[in-house]
Protein backbone atom coordinates (compact mmCIF):
# COMPACT_ATOMS: atom_id res chain seq x y z
CA UNK A 1 0.00 0.00 0.00
CA UNK A 2 1.53 3.44 -0.98
CA UNK A 3 1.13 6.61 1.02
CA UNK A 4 -1.27 7.81 -2.09
CA UNK A 5 -3.60 5.42 -1.18
CA UNK A 6 -3.25 6.63 2.72
CA UNK A 7 -3.85 10.67 2.21
CA UNK A 8 -6.98 11.66 3.44
CA UNK A 9 -8.36 15.50 2.90
CA UNK A 10 -7.99 17.48 6.14
CA UNK A 11 -11.29 18.93 7.57
CA UNK A 12 -12.35 22.16 5.53
CA UNK A 13 -9.79 21.69 2.37
CA UNK A 14 -11.46 20.20 -0.58
CA UNK A 15 -10.16 19.05 -3.91
CA UNK A 16 -9.84 21.73 -6.60
CA UNK A 17 -9.29 19.27 -9.29
CA UNK A 18 -11.89 16.98 -8.74
CA UNK A 19 -15.48 17.08 -9.93
CA UNK A 20 -16.59 16.75 -6.42
CA UNK A 21 -19.54 18.58 -5.02
CA UNK A 22 -17.36 19.99 -2.44
CA UNK A 23 -14.90 21.02 -4.84
CA UNK A 24 -14.27 24.60 -4.92
CA UNK A 25 -14.50 26.73 -7.94
CA UNK A 26 -11.38 28.16 -9.37
CA UNK A 27 -10.12 31.66 -8.93
CA UNK A 28 -10.43 32.52 -13.08
CA UNK A 29 -14.31 31.88 -12.36
CA UNK A 30 -14.62 35.51 -11.98
CA UNK A 31 -12.07 36.63 -14.44
CA UNK A 32 -14.57 34.56 -16.74
CA UNK A 33 -17.45 36.26 -16.04
CA UNK A 34 -15.61 39.57 -15.78
CA UNK A 35 -15.00 39.19 -19.42
CA UNK A 36 -18.02 38.01 -20.63
CA UNK A 37 -19.59 41.15 -19.04
CA UNK A 38 -16.91 43.11 -21.09
CA UNK A 39 -18.10 41.09 -23.97
CA UNK A 40 -21.57 43.01 -23.49
CA UNK A 41 -20.08 46.22 -24.10
CA UNK A 42 -20.59 46.44 -27.64
CA UNK A 43 -24.21 45.41 -27.22
CA UNK A 44 -25.14 48.22 -24.31
CA UNK A 45 -23.09 50.88 -26.69
CA UNK A 46 -25.63 49.92 -29.62
CA UNK A 47 -28.01 50.57 -27.62
CA UNK A 48 -27.83 53.64 -26.21
CA UNK A 49 -26.77 54.95 -29.52
CA UNK A 50 -29.57 53.15 -31.57
CA UNK A 51 -31.96 53.33 -29.15
CA UNK A 52 -32.22 55.34 -26.17
CA UNK A 53 -30.11 58.86 -27.63
CA UNK A 54 -32.54 58.77 -30.38
CA UNK A 55 -35.54 58.41 -28.06
CA UNK A 56 -34.04 61.18 -25.63
CA UNK A 57 -33.46 63.77 -28.53
CA UNK A 58 -36.90 62.59 -30.09
CA UNK A 59 -38.52 63.86 -26.63
CA UNK A 60 -36.53 66.87 -26.26
CA UNK A 61 -37.32 68.38 -30.01
CA UNK A 62 -40.87 67.13 -29.53
CA UNK A 63 -41.36 69.68 -26.62
CA UNK A 64 -39.44 73.12 -28.17
CA UNK A 65 -39.97 75.41 -30.32
CA UNK A 66 -38.77 76.93 -33.27
CA UNK A 67 -37.36 79.82 -31.84
CA UNK A 68 -34.93 77.94 -29.53
CA UNK A 69 -34.47 76.66 -25.94
CA UNK A 70 -38.18 76.28 -23.78
CA UNK A 71 -40.43 74.10 -23.29
CA UNK A 72 -44.16 74.14 -25.51
CA UNK A 73 -47.09 72.26 -26.26
CA UNK A 74 -47.67 73.65 -29.85
CA UNK A 75 -45.93 70.75 -31.62
CA UNK A 76 -47.69 68.00 -30.08
CA UNK A 77 -51.08 70.10 -30.65
CA UNK A 78 -50.21 70.30 -34.33
CA UNK A 79 -49.45 67.04 -35.01
CA UNK A 80 -52.71 66.17 -34.08
CA UNK A 81 -54.92 68.91 -36.19
CA UNK A 82 -55.76 69.28 -39.86
CA UNK A 83 -53.74 66.94 -41.85
CA UNK A 84 -51.30 65.16 -39.42
CA UNK A 85 -54.68 63.74 -37.65
CA UNK A 86 -55.64 62.65 -40.70
CA UNK A 87 -52.45 60.72 -41.67
CA UNK A 88 -52.22 58.94 -37.83
CA UNK A 89 -55.82 58.19 -38.60
CA UNK A 90 -55.30 56.58 -41.77
CA UNK A 91 -52.41 54.79 -40.39
CA UNK A 92 -54.51 53.40 -37.20
CA UNK A 93 -57.29 52.35 -39.58
CA UNK A 94 -54.96 50.82 -42.00
CA UNK A 95 -52.82 49.11 -39.16
CA UNK A 96 -55.71 47.77 -37.56
CA UNK A 97 -57.29 46.71 -40.81
CA UNK A 98 -54.35 44.35 -41.82
CA UNK A 99 -53.50 43.36 -38.41
CA UNK A 100 -56.97 41.63 -37.99
CA UNK A 101 -57.00 40.14 -41.41
CA UNK A 102 -53.29 39.18 -41.48
CA UNK A 103 -54.49 37.55 -37.92
CA UNK A 104 -57.08 35.11 -39.48
CA UNK A 105 -55.30 34.36 -42.75
CA UNK A 106 -52.00 33.45 -41.02
CA UNK A 107 -53.73 31.71 -37.68
CA UNK A 108 -55.15 29.70 -40.56
CA UNK A 109 -52.33 29.07 -42.20
CA UNK A 110 -49.82 28.19 -39.80
CA UNK A 111 -52.69 25.76 -38.30
CA UNK A 112 -52.49 24.18 -41.71
CA UNK A 113 -48.84 24.22 -41.26
CA UNK A 114 -48.52 22.28 -38.12
CA UNK A 115 -51.08 19.53 -38.78
CA UNK A 116 -49.57 18.88 -41.69
CA UNK A 117 -47.61 15.45 -41.54
CA UNK A 118 -45.07 16.13 -44.51
CA UNK A 119 -41.86 17.68 -42.90
CA UNK A 120 -40.43 18.89 -46.07
CA UNK A 121 -43.46 20.78 -46.47
CA UNK A 122 -42.66 22.37 -42.83
CA UNK A 123 -39.52 23.22 -43.72
CA UNK A 124 -40.13 24.83 -47.12
CA UNK A 125 -43.49 27.09 -45.56
CA UNK A 126 -41.54 27.75 -42.54
CA UNK A 127 -38.28 28.89 -44.72
CA UNK A 128 -40.69 31.26 -46.86
CA UNK A 129 -42.24 32.55 -44.58
CA UNK A 130 -39.10 34.03 -42.80
CA UNK A 131 -38.02 35.47 -46.28
CA UNK A 132 -41.31 36.99 -47.18
CA UNK A 133 -41.84 38.70 -43.53
CA UNK A 134 -38.40 40.81 -44.69
CA UNK A 135 -39.75 41.28 -47.94
CA UNK A 136 -40.78 44.76 -48.77
CA UNK A 137 -40.04 48.54 -50.01
CA UNK A 138 -39.28 49.31 -53.26
CA UNK A 139 -38.58 45.87 -54.14
CA UNK A 140 -42.07 44.94 -53.24
CA UNK A 141 -44.08 47.96 -54.18
CA UNK A 142 -42.82 47.46 -58.12
CA UNK A 143 -43.59 43.85 -57.77
CA UNK A 144 -47.33 44.99 -57.26
CA UNK A 145 -47.30 48.04 -59.86
CA UNK A 146 -45.75 45.24 -62.25
CA UNK A 147 -48.99 42.53 -61.37
CA UNK A 148 -52.00 44.63 -60.82
CA UNK A 149 -51.12 48.53 -61.21
CA UNK A 150 -53.17 50.35 -63.82
CA UNK A 151 -51.52 48.72 -66.73
CA UNK A 152 -49.99 45.92 -64.73
CA UNK A 153 -50.27 42.28 -66.45
CA UNK A 154 -53.09 41.01 -63.92
CA UNK A 155 -55.08 44.34 -64.86
CA UNK A 156 -54.95 43.77 -68.53
CA UNK A 157 -55.55 40.07 -68.48
CA UNK A 158 -58.39 40.70 -66.57
CA UNK A 159 -59.65 43.72 -68.56
CA UNK A 160 -59.21 42.16 -72.23
CA UNK A 161 -60.40 38.40 -71.19
CA UNK A 162 -62.90 39.13 -68.46
CA UNK A 163 -63.83 42.90 -69.03
CA UNK A 164 -63.23 43.21 -65.43
CA UNK A 165 -61.39 45.88 -64.10
CA UNK A 166 -60.19 46.60 -60.49
CA UNK A 167 -61.18 50.14 -60.47
CA UNK A 168 -64.72 49.50 -60.67
CA UNK A 169 -65.00 47.19 -57.96
CA UNK A 170 -63.62 49.76 -56.27
CA UNK A 171 -59.76 48.38 -55.82
CA UNK A 172 -56.97 51.53 -55.79
CA UNK A 173 -53.96 49.80 -55.64
CA UNK A 174 -51.87 53.76 -55.16
CA UNK A 175 -54.57 54.10 -52.10
CA UNK A 176 -55.81 52.98 -48.78
CA UNK A 177 -56.91 49.44 -50.55
CA UNK A 178 -53.97 48.77 -52.37
CA UNK A 179 -52.00 49.77 -49.17
CA UNK A 180 -53.85 47.91 -47.21
CA UNK A 181 -53.60 44.58 -49.20
CA UNK A 182 -49.85 45.55 -50.33
CA UNK A 183 -49.27 44.87 -46.31
CA UNK A 184 -50.48 41.58 -46.06
CA UNK A 185 -47.50 39.84 -48.12
CA UNK A 186 -45.32 40.31 -45.08
CA UNK A 187 -47.69 40.22 -42.37
CA UNK A 188 -49.23 37.20 -42.92
CA UNK A 189 -45.99 35.34 -43.00
CA UNK A 190 -44.99 37.16 -40.19
CA UNK A 191 -48.43 36.09 -37.98
CA UNK A 192 -47.30 32.87 -38.87
CA UNK A 193 -43.76 32.94 -38.00
CA UNK A 194 -45.14 34.10 -34.41
CA UNK A 195 -48.26 31.61 -33.84
CA UNK A 196 -46.70 28.92 -34.93
CA UNK A 197 -44.84 27.99 -31.64
CA UNK A 198 -47.81 28.48 -29.89
CA UNK A 199 -49.77 26.17 -31.70
CA UNK A 200 -47.09 23.72 -31.98
CA UNK A 201 -47.44 23.80 -28.11
CA UNK A 202 -50.80 22.53 -27.46
CA UNK A 203 -50.25 18.89 -26.10
CA UNK A 204 -52.06 15.74 -27.78
CA UNK A 205 -52.56 15.12 -24.42
CA UNK A 206 -55.01 17.56 -24.12
CA UNK A 207 -57.21 16.43 -27.19
CA UNK A 208 -57.36 12.95 -26.49
CA UNK A 209 -58.68 13.49 -22.93
CA UNK A 210 -61.05 15.75 -24.63
CA UNK A 211 -62.28 13.28 -27.01
CA UNK A 212 -62.27 10.60 -24.25
CA UNK A 213 -64.69 12.86 -22.15
CA UNK A 214 -67.26 12.96 -24.95
CA UNK A 215 -66.12 16.72 -26.93
CA UNK A 216 -66.31 16.46 -30.34
CA UNK A 217 -63.90 19.09 -32.66
CA UNK A 218 -65.53 22.50 -32.47
CA UNK A 219 -65.54 21.32 -28.30
CA UNK A 220 -62.13 21.03 -28.43
CA UNK A 221 -61.30 23.91 -29.72
CA UNK A 222 -63.87 26.22 -28.36
CA UNK A 223 -63.36 25.28 -24.64
CA UNK A 224 -59.36 23.98 -24.70
CA UNK A 225 -57.41 25.17 -27.21
CA UNK A 226 -58.94 28.49 -27.75
CA UNK A 227 -58.20 29.88 -24.09
CA UNK A 228 -54.56 28.54 -24.64
CA UNK A 229 -53.69 30.15 -27.83
CA UNK A 230 -55.83 33.23 -26.85
CA UNK A 231 -53.07 35.35 -25.26
CA UNK A 232 -50.85 34.57 -27.83
CA UNK A 233 -53.36 35.03 -30.84
CA UNK A 234 -54.06 38.88 -29.45
CA UNK A 235 -49.99 39.57 -28.73
CA UNK A 236 -49.75 38.74 -32.21
CA UNK A 237 -52.23 41.52 -33.48
CA UNK A 238 -50.34 43.97 -31.31
CA UNK A 239 -47.14 43.21 -33.21
CA UNK A 240 -49.03 43.12 -36.54
CA UNK A 241 -50.36 46.96 -35.90
CA UNK A 242 -47.25 48.02 -34.65
CA UNK A 243 -45.36 46.12 -37.46
CA UNK A 244 -48.41 48.28 -39.73
CA UNK A 245 -48.23 51.77 -38.91
CA UNK A 246 -44.14 52.04 -38.64
CA UNK A 247 -43.64 50.58 -42.52
CA UNK A 248 -42.42 53.50 -44.83
CA UNK A 249 -40.85 52.32 -48.03
CA UNK A 250 -43.35 50.65 -48.97
CA UNK A 251 -46.58 53.17 -48.78
CA UNK A 252 -43.51 56.13 -50.09
CA UNK A 253 -42.59 53.75 -53.14
CA UNK A 254 -46.85 52.55 -53.90
CA UNK A 255 -48.24 55.71 -53.31
CA UNK A 256 -45.45 58.08 -53.86
CA UNK A 257 -46.80 60.71 -50.67
CA UNK A 258 -50.33 61.09 -52.16
CA UNK A 259 -51.67 59.29 -49.53
CA UNK A 260 -52.24 60.77 -45.71
CA UNK A 261 -49.85 58.27 -43.66
CA UNK A 262 -47.87 59.19 -40.63
CA UNK A 263 -44.25 57.88 -41.57
CA UNK A 264 -44.98 59.48 -44.85
CA UNK A 265 -45.63 63.10 -42.94
CA UNK A 266 -42.41 62.01 -40.86
CA UNK A 267 -40.24 61.66 -43.99
CA UNK A 268 -41.95 65.07 -45.28
CA UNK A 269 -40.67 67.13 -42.48
CA UNK A 270 -37.68 65.56 -42.54
CA UNK A 271 -37.28 66.54 -46.12
CA UNK A 272 -37.41 70.20 -45.51
CA UNK A 273 -41.10 70.13 -47.31
CA UNK A 274 -42.92 72.16 -44.51
CA UNK A 275 -42.83 75.51 -42.98
CA UNK A 276 -40.23 77.05 -40.82
CA UNK A 277 -42.06 76.80 -37.68
CA UNK A 278 -43.30 73.62 -38.03
CA UNK A 279 -39.83 71.95 -38.04
CA UNK A 280 -40.21 70.21 -35.09
CA UNK A 281 -43.61 68.93 -35.91
CA UNK A 282 -41.61 65.89 -37.02
CA UNK A 283 -40.56 64.23 -33.35
CA UNK A 284 -43.85 65.04 -32.21
CA UNK A 285 -45.16 62.84 -35.09
CA UNK A 286 -42.74 60.58 -33.73
CA UNK A 287 -43.88 60.53 -30.70
CA UNK A 288 -47.75 60.18 -31.28
CA UNK A 289 -46.46 57.11 -32.83
CA UNK A 290 -44.09 56.17 -29.99
CA UNK A 291 -47.41 56.28 -27.53
CA UNK A 292 -49.18 53.98 -29.91
CA UNK A 293 -46.19 51.14 -30.20
CA UNK A 294 -44.44 50.95 -26.85
CA UNK A 295 -47.51 50.27 -24.80
CA UNK A 296 -48.45 47.36 -27.36
CA UNK A 297 -45.38 46.10 -27.54
CA UNK A 298 -44.80 46.15 -24.01
CA UNK A 299 -48.79 44.17 -24.06
CA UNK A 300 -47.14 41.76 -26.91
CA UNK A 301 -44.39 40.40 -24.56
CA UNK A 302 -46.38 40.33 -21.46
CA UNK A 303 -49.10 38.17 -23.29
CA UNK A 304 -46.07 35.50 -24.76
CA UNK A 305 -44.89 35.08 -21.09
CA UNK A 306 -48.88 34.41 -19.98
CA UNK A 307 -48.43 31.88 -23.13
CA UNK A 308 -45.50 30.43 -22.36
CA UNK A 309 -46.71 29.48 -18.97
CA UNK A 310 -49.63 27.53 -20.56
CA UNK A 311 -47.33 25.70 -23.35
CA UNK A 312 -44.22 24.78 -20.88
Known amino acids: MTDSDLTVAAPGVSDTTSGAPGAVAPSGGRRVRGHALWGMVPFFALI ?12 FTAFQPASGSGFTMHNVSTSLQG ?20 GVLGL ?3 QAIVSSRNRLLKELTATAAAVLTNFGGLPLAFLFVAAIGNAGVVTTLLGDHLGISLSDLGFDLYGMSGVVV ?3 YFLVPLMVLVIIPSLEGLRPQWREAALNLGANRWQYWRHVATPVLLPSFL ?3 ALLFCSAISAYATAAALTNGTLALTPLQIAAVLS ?3 LADQANVGAALALDLMVLIVPLTALYLFLQR ?3 RWLQ
Not at 48 to 59: S, Y
Open 235 to 237: GAL
Open 272 to 274: GNV
Open 108 to 110: FLA
Open 306 to 308: RTA
Open 48 to 59: VVFFILPTVVLL
Open 83 to 102: AYRTGLINSAKVSLIDAVLA
Open 182 to 184: VYL
